[in-house]
């Protein structure tokens, strides 16, 4: 189990026997995903630039009895991306799902957002996406097959966080290309979707932070963070046939946090 499994347990059987591309995967949320699409029989290309934690995660996975690989790759750059993309065709004979999760979240506010600091959050992020979502998207098309691409987005894409302009604004960016890539897929049957997470913090900040978890899980509804196991459920629901009818959506998971226009005791 992953370092931000909780108790989810929901199954999409028609899963099974597929192959997804999974990116971001050393840690949190992307290893999460892996694990979880993992669990329901999928073959999973798993991507990072981690060297160092790659083999170890892809052997506890395989162990686990997931069919995985691991690749090194910088998605920033277009030739990683098609090395990744090749390496998931050659293994496994084709590309069922993509879960574009990777993303740099080194940013700054707007006034010192120098156009280093830009090319690295706000460039980099998008185009992670593109490179990616790109080859596989016309290899779907052209398979005639469908398949579904999910884009992992934030809160921070429809509601500012401070000091992040680059980041948030690459992921408002992210949900306006999920929705272009949904419209102009759909009837090669690729559905495009992202899902938005709220405070979803890793187990180790957690315990090094137990006291901003709470502070920070009393201003949301549901009145605790989120998990790794809550994102992949919502990433396997969208990727799965039950989904089928679903297209250009972003789907928030975030306790309720979006819903409200101000948190508990902040009378507006």
Not at 149 to 178: C, F, M, P, Q
Not at 221 to 241: E, K, M, N, Q, W
Request: hydrophobic content about 45%.
């Amino acid at each position: 189990m992953s370092e931000l499994s909780g108790a989810v347990s929901a199954r999409f059987p028609d899963l099974a026997g597929k192959s997804a591309i999974v990116t971001g995967t050393s840690r949190g949320i992307g290893l999460a995903v892996s694990e979880f699409l993992g669990r329901q029989g999928m073959k999973v290309t798993m991507v990072s630039r981690s060297v160092e934690v790659g083999d170890e995660i892809a052997a506890r996975l395989r162990n686990e009895g997931v069919d995985c690989q691991w690749v090194t790759a910088d998605l920033s750059r277009l030739d990683e991306a098609r090395r990744v993309f090749d390496a998931a065709l050659e293994r496994y004979g084709g590309v069922n799902v993509l879960v574009n999760n990777a993303a740099s979240k080194a940013s700054k506010p707007f006034l010192d957002l120098t156009p280093e600091a830009y090319a690295a959050s706000f460039e980099d992020n998008v185009r992670i996406v593109y490179g990616l979502s790109r080859l596989t998207a016309r290899h779907m098309a052209d398979s005639g097959g469908g398949g579904a691409i999910v884009n992992l987005s934030s809160v921070g894409g429809a509601r500012a966080h401070w000091g992040t302009a680059g980041y948030d604004a690459s992921k408002g960016a992210i949900e306006t290309l999920t929705r272009v890539m949904a419209i102009e897929l759909g009837a090669a049957g690729v559905r495009v979707n992202a899902v938005a997470p709220g405070f979803t913090p890793r187990a180790d900040y957690c315990q090094r932070r137990p006291d901003q978890v709470r502070s920070k899980s009393a201003l949301i509804p549901l009145g605790r963070p989120g998990t790794g196991d809550d994102v992949a459920a919502a990433v396997a629901f969208l990727a799965s046939d039950a989904a089928a009818y679903i297209t250009g959506h972003v789907l928030y998971v975030d306790g309720g946090l979006m819903a409200q226009l101000a948190p508990p005791g902040i009378d507006i």
